[in-house]
C-alpha cells in the first residue's frame, strides 16, 4: 500500500497536533516543510475585500425598500423571531394550508387578466462596457440579486446583452458592473431614486411589449 | 456604527431580527474578513469567492430565523457559505483528474519547485479534490481550525474529518514530491 511518496504516519500524527516533539526531527522537519508549503500557497491567494460587505446590503437595502412600497406586505415577509406552541402551531399550519388554498382560487380566478399563464414579453438589455470583466442585472424581478442573470458580452464592441422574459407591469434594474459597481442604464426611458441615495432605472413592460424604456 | 461594531454576534442578529436592517453590515465586514480566503481557498478564484460570499450573505440574511443560536452566527453562516463555494465552483469549473495535472514539472521527483511551482501545485491539487476532502483540508491547514470547530462548521464527526484531511493531505503531498 505504501509507496515513497505517502507520508509518514508520524508526519500526520504531527500535523494533527497528537504527536507531541520527541526528537523525530526527520519527521517534523517534514511536517514543517509540509505547512510552510501550504502557508505560501495560501499567502499569495487573492482574496475578496470590502467590496463583497458594500455588494451584499446593497442588496439588502434594495430588498428593504422594496417591501417598505409593500406596506403591511412587508410584515408578513420580513425576518423576525417568533415563538409557537405545538398546539398553536398545529393550528397555524392547518389555518395557513386552506388559507393558501383560498388565496390561490382567489388569485387564479377572480381576479382579472391574471391567470396560470400570466403573459411575458422578452425584453433586452444593453450596456456598452468594454473595459467590464463581468456584467449582470439585478432587478426588482430577481430579488435584486445580481448573480442570478449573467450577461454576455461580444468582444469585438464590449456590449453586454441579456434578454429576460418579463411579465407586465413597472421593473426597477441596475447593472452590475465587475461584481461591485452598481450602474443605472443610461439609456432607460425613466430613473428612479431608490430612497437609499442610489438611482434605479426602470421598464415598464406592456402585454404587447416594452412601453416605456 | 462603533458601537454596533462591538455588538456580539447574538446581540447583532438579534438586532437585525428586530428591523435594525444596517446592523447586518457588522456580521457581512465581520465573516468576510474572516472567511474570504477559505471562500478563495475553495472557489480557486477570488471572483469567484466575492461571489459565493455575496450569495451566502444575502442567503444568511433571509433565512436568519433559522440562525437557531445568534450566538454562533458564524459557524451556521460557514455552513451557508461552504455550499455555495461548491456550487460556485461546480457553476464555472469540471472536475479535474489527479492524471491530468501536470504541475511538478516533466523532470521528475527530484526537481526542485519554486514558491509559484508550489503554490501552483497545491493549488491544482485541491481541484481535484473531492469537496468533503477540500473543505476539511481548507479549514485544517489553510485556515488552522482545530477538528472540534471543523466538526461543528462541517457538521461532521472527528474521525470522519481527520479521515478526510489525511486522504488529502496524500494528494497534494504527490503533488509535492519532493517533501517527505
Known amino acids: 500500500m505504501s509507496n515513497d511518496n505517502q507520508m509518514n504516519a508520524d508526519v500526520h500524527q504531527i500535523l494533527d497536533g497528537e504527536r507531541a516533539e ?3 526531527t526527520h519527521a517534523q522537519a517534514a511536517a514543517a516543510q509540509f505547512q510552510n508549503a501550504v502557508d505560501g500557497y495560501a499567502a499569495g491567494l487573492n482574496v475578496p475585500g470590502r467590496e463583497v460587505d458594500w455588494a451584499v446590503m446593497k442588496v439588502i437595502r434594495a430588498r428593504q425598500g422594496k417591501m417598505r412600497s409593500f406596506g403591511w406586505w412587508s410584515w408578513l415577509v420580513q425576518p423576525r423571531m417568533v ?3 405545538p398546539a398553536l402551531a398545529a393550528a397555524a399550519v392547518l389555518t395557513a394550508v386552506g388559507l393558501g388554498v383560498s388565496l390561490r382560487q382567489a388569485t387564479l380566478s377572480n381576479v382579472p387578466g391574471v391567470t396560470d399563464e400570466t403573459p411575458v414579453v422578452l425584453v433586452r438589455f444593453e450596456l456598452p462596457a468594454p473595459g467590464a470583466q463581468r456584467v449582470s442585472l439585478a432587478g426588482s424581478f430577481n430579488g435584486w440579486n445580481p448573480l442570478e442573470h449573467r450577461m454576455a458580452v461580444s468582444p469585438a464592441t464590449g456590449l453586454w446583452t441579456i434578454t429576460l422574459p418579463l411579465p407586465s407591469g413597472e421593473h426597477q434594474y441596475l447593472f452590475v458592473v465587475d461584481g461591485e459597481q452598481w450602474v443605472p442604464d443610461p439609456l432607460a426611458h425613466a430613473q428612479v431614486d431608490d430612497g437609499f441615495g442610489t438611482t434605479n432605472s426602470v421598464i415598464v413592460v406592456g402585454p404587447r411589449g416594452v412601453v416605456r424604456s | 456604527m462603533k458601537e454596533r461594531a462591538s455588538l456580539s454576534d447574538g446581540a447583532a442578529v438579534e438586532r437585525v431580527l428586530a428591523g435594525d436592517t444596517e446592523c447586518y453590515g457588522v456580521l457581512v465586514e465581520r465573516y468576510r474578513s474572516r472567511y474570504a480566503r477559505y471562500a478563495a481557498s475553495l472557489c480557486g478564484d477570488a471572483d469567484a469567492a466575492a461571489d459565493a ?3 451566502a450573505f444575502v442567503r444568511a440574511f433571509d433565512s436568519l430565523t433559522t440562525c437557531r443560536d445568534p450566538n454562533k452566527f458564524g459557524s451556521w453562516f460557514a455552513r451557508i457559505l461552504t455550499n455555495q463555494c461548491h456550487n460556485m465552483r461546480t457553476r464555472t ?3 479535474v483528474a489527479l492524471d491530468e495535472l ?4 516533466s523532470d521528475g521527483a527530484d526537481a526542485q519547485l519554486t514558491s509559484d511551482e508550489i503554490g501552483n501545485a497545491i493549488g491544482k491539487a485541491l481541484e481535484a479534490l473531492t469537496r468533503e476532502q477540500r473543505e476539511a483540508f481548507v479549514l485544517k491547514h489553510i485556515e488552522g481550525y482545530s477538528y472540534a470547530e471543523m ?3 462541517l457538521d461532521a464527526e472527528v474521525d470522519a474529518l481527520k479521515m478526510r ?3 488529502a493531505r496524500e494528494v497534494v503531498k ?4 519532493d517533501f517527505a
Open chain 2, 174 to 177: 504527490e503533488q509535492l514530491r
Open chain 2, 165 to 167: 484531511v489525511y486522504r
Open chain 2, 102 to 105: 501536470d504541475v511538478a514539472g
Open chain 1, 83 to 85: 415563538q409557537l406552541r
Open chain 2, 93 to 95: 469549473r469540471t472536475h
Open chain 1, 22 to 24: 520527541d526528537g523525530d
Open chain 2, 151 to 153: 466538526a461543528d462548521i
Open chain 2, 53 to 55: 460570499l455575496q450569495e
